[in-house]
C-alpha cells in the first residue's frame, strides 16, 4: 500500500517507516530549533515528513538519500540552491565534505543504527549537536547508567564523546508503516571537552568491546591475555567485576595503563 497516498510504496530494506505524526513532527522541529544560517544535515529525508518544516525555517539543507525514487521526487520538488541531495549510503558519507558546526537531524533508519551512530561519534569534532529518532530500546541503552541492566558497549563510546539526552517517546501509530517498536527522539551534543580523554582510542575500544563481549563474565575472563589481575588491582578496579559495574573512566584508566606499558 502506497504511503499516505503519496504514491510510493516503502521499502523494508531500507528501514522506511515515514512519520505521519504532526505533533511528534512539530516537536522534533522545536528540539532541533534550527536558524536560518545553521549547517543542517538530514539523514533519509524520505518524503519530507521533517525536510519541508527544516526548509521552512533554513536557507539551505543538506539530505543524504538513498532510495533513487525517493532521490528523483526531492530533487523535483526543490531547486538546487535551497536542497543539496547526497544520493548513496550515509554510513558512506563523509560529513566533513559539507564543513563544521554541522547539526544532524534524521529519523534514521533502524536496521542501520548501530553502525551509524558509531559512522556520527567518528564525526563529532565537525558536529554542534545531532537529533535522531531511534528505537527506544537503542535510546535507552545511549543513555544507560554504570549498573543499569542496558549499560553496554554503545553506551560506553556514546557517553565518551557526547552529552545525550531523550526527549521524545514516540509510538508505532506516529508513523506509515507503523514499526512493530517504540521510539523515542534523542539529542547527543559533543563533549566541548572531553572529561575522560584516552591516550590511544584504538585501545579504548579494544578494552570495551572486550569487556562487553560477554557480558556475563568478569572483567579477569573478557580481559583476559590484554589484561592481568594486577593492573587492574593498580587501578584499584575488581578483577571479578562484569563491565556493566565500570564507568567510562574506569574503562579510560585501564587503556591508559595499557598504552603506557606498550
Ligand atoms: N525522514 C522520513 C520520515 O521521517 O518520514 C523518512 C524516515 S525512514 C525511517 C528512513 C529514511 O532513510 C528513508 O528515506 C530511507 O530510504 C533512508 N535510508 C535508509 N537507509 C539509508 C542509508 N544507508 N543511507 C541513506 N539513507 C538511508
Redesign the pocket.
Known sequence: MSVHGSGHIA?KR??????IDDGVIDGIIAAVSPQRGDYVI??????G???VPLLGRLDHLHV????RD?IARLRKQWPAERLTVHQ????AFDFSAVGQGLRIV?????N?STPLLFHLAGHASLVRDIHVMLQKEVVERMVAAPGDSEFSRLSVMLQYRFDMEMLIEVPPESFDPAPRVDSAVVRLTPHAVLPHPARNEAMFAEVVSRAFAQRRKTLRNTLKGLVDDALLAGLGIDSGARAQALEVADFVRIADALAATA
Open positions: 521499502r531500507f528501514g522506511q517507516n515515514f512519520l538530514e539523514i533519509g529525508p524520505g518524503l515528513a521533517l525536510t543524504v538519500e538513498i532510495d525517493l548513496g549510503d550515509v554510513l534524521g529519523n534514521l533508519p533502524y542501520i
